[in-house]
Each structure stands twice: as structure tokens, then as C-alpha cells.
């Protein structure tokens, strides 16, 4: 049977979360022809940008209200040139930002039916967000994300007469999962972990991945050791789960469906690999060896 063209809507709360939860996965269905677009839903200049969160941390009594929004205005640009950036070694493209400043997200109905008007626009079947439980759920911006893809999921799902794009009705959920998903912080996120139940081998695309993270300069994510530090803890540890080199981790929403039990290749060589081959399997250290220029002279 043919198969039909997906099309993939990621919803993410910061412009690096575009690509560093689910680049690989997104480059593999872009090669194989599905549509992909990913919405940001926040500048990510509060807590991530090198300017915006430690300048003004500290002194922003120093600026007038002018030059602070002055400011603003000049590192959102900065931070979405490198987002499109990295995503384009991906082949990601299709990018929209929702421009919403992070410094309070909440789930709002204009929030909602903004990305809901998205939704019915772009007409995806399958949408990848946060896991909404991460960390405490409520002060955490990627679980907060996540909650707001559900909320503007149902709302996109039915008639709005003052939009003109017809209601969009997904098959499938799937939530893209970080460490701090299945291995929480703190206390308030023991018991909401999430358990990865599907990976995907991004071991052909860990250098990308790299270089993706190391084009964040705005976030400091060039200084020496960072790209492949996060990379090797993040999608490294990932694939040692399956026995993989490098992975990247998803929950389904609703579970599959089919006429016979699900049996992957690798799951299969799994159990027939001697112990020498899993090893072997798994040992690759592509992340750490990929060539990137870092910042090494860094003085806070
Ligand atoms: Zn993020």
C-alpha cells in the first residue's frame, strides 16, 4: 500500500527547541518527503538569550524603557536568524514564531485559538510538542507549551466561523521528550516522568545535531565542550536505552494499531546480537568527534 505524506507540525516553546528535541526525526521525514513545519511559541530571549537574561538580570534599572524594548526588538532578530539557521541543517523550512515573550507563559484562550488558527491553516495530521508534565507543569515552559498544543489541538479540531481554513483532526500525538522528561529535577516532577515508548536512530545525523546546538550563539551555546557535552547526555544516552548510538525519545498519545503485533528491525536483531555486537552497536562517538568552531575565551 502507498504510503501517504505525513504532515508534521511541531510546537515548540523556544526557537532551539525546534530542532534540538527532534531535528534528526524531523530531517529523516523530510527526506522521505512529508511536510514539515514547526511553530515557536516564544522568542526565548528571557531565559536564554546571552543579552536580554544576563544584562537585564542584573542591571536593567541602567536602561530606559526605549532602550530595553530597542534591545529586545535587536536579539529576537539575532536568536530566530540562528533558529532558521540550525533548522535548515535539518532541511526544516517551513518556521513560524508566535513571537510571545517567555517571560510569563500560561495557557490562555488567545494563546489557544492563535495556534488553533495556525493549526487549521497548516492542516497537519500529526503534531509533535512538549511533554506536558515536565518539571512542576505549571512554571515550566516546555510543559506549558505542551498543554497549549492539547488545548489548541481540541480547539482546532472544531468549527470557527470567523476562520475561513476548515477544522483539522489529527492521527496522531507524539510528544518529544528531553532528559529532564524521564529523569525530573525536582520533587514536584517525581511521578509525571515520561517513559519513552518509541526512538528514533538519529545515529546518521548526531554531527548535525552538533552544529545545530553550536549555532545557537545567542544562547552560549558555542562555548567550548556545550554541543557535545548536551548532545552525548541528551540523544547519546537516548540511544544506549535501545542500544543505539543516538537517539531521540517520543511518547504516542494513542496507542497503534494494527493486524499483527509490532516487531521492528532492530528490536529483532536485539534479540539475536551477541554481546560483542551490542556493544560495538552502540560504542559510536560521532557527537564528540564532529569538528565546530567553539567560544573559549568566555567571561560571564
Ligand atoms: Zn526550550
Redesign the pocket.
Known amino acids: 500500500m502507498e504510503r501517504n505524506r505525513m504532515r508534521i507540525l511541531v510546537v515548540?516553546?523556544?526557537p532551539?527547541?525546534m530542532f534540538d528535541h527532534c531535528g534528526g526525526t524531523l530531517k529523516h521525514h523530510i527526506d522521505n518527503g512529508d511536510a514539515v513545519t514547526c511553530v515557536s511559541i516564544t522568542q526565548?530571549l528571557r531565559i536564554h538569550d546571552e543579552v536580554i537574561s544576563d544584562v537585564f538580570r542584573h542591571k536593567v534599572g541602567q536602561f530606559t524603557e526605549e532602550e530595553v524594548q530597542k534591545l529586545i526588538a535587536e536579539r529576537q532578530k539575532v536568536k530566530y536568524k540562528e533558529a532558521v539557521e540550525a533548522c535548515g541543517l535539518f532541511g526544516i523550512k517551513d518556521i513560524r514564531f508566535l513571537d510571545y515573550d517567555d517571560e510569563i507563559l500560561t495557557v490562555s484562550p488567545a494563546m489557544i485559538t492563535k495556534l488553533a488558527k495556525l493549526m487549521r491553516e497548516v492542516q497537519p495530521n500529526v503534531v509533535i510538542t512538549h511533554w506536558p508534565y515536565q518539571g512542576d507543569m505549571f512554571s515550566n515552559?516546555?510543559a506549558v507549551t505542551g498543554q497549549l498544543a492539547m488545548a489548541a489541538i481540541t480547539a482546532a479540531s472544531g468549527v470557527n466561523f470567523e476562520d475561513r481554513n476548515p477544522a483539522c483532526r489529527l492521527s496522531q500525538i507524539f510528544f518529544m521528550l528531553c532528559p529532564d522528561d524521564v529523569f525530573p529535577g525536582s520533587a514536584l516532577g517525581y511521578t509525571r516522568q515520561a517513559y519513552a515508548q518509541y526512538y528514533v536512530d538519529i545515529s546518521d545525523c548526531a554531527d548535525l545535531k552538533v552544529k545545530a546546538v553550536n549555532t545557537m550563539k545567542s544562547q552560549k551555546y558555542d562555548l567550548k565542550g556545550y554541543a557535545k557535552k548536551t548532545t552525548e547526555y541528551w540523544n547519546g544516552n537516548f540511544g544506549q536505552k535501545v542500544c543505539l548510538p543516538y537517539a531521540e525519545a517520543f511518547v504516542l498519545n494513542s496507542p497503534e494499531v494494527g493486524t499483527l503485533l509490532p516487531l521492528s528491525d532492530h528490536r529483532e536483531w536485539l534479540g539475536t546480537a551477541d554481546e560483542g555486537e551490542l556493544l560495538l552497536r552502540r560504542a559510536s562517538l560521532s557527537a564528540t568527534e564532529t569538528e565546530i568552531e567553539e567560544r573559549t575565551d568566555y567571561k560571564g
Open positions: 515548540a516553546g523556544h532551539a527547541d526565548g515552559h516546555h
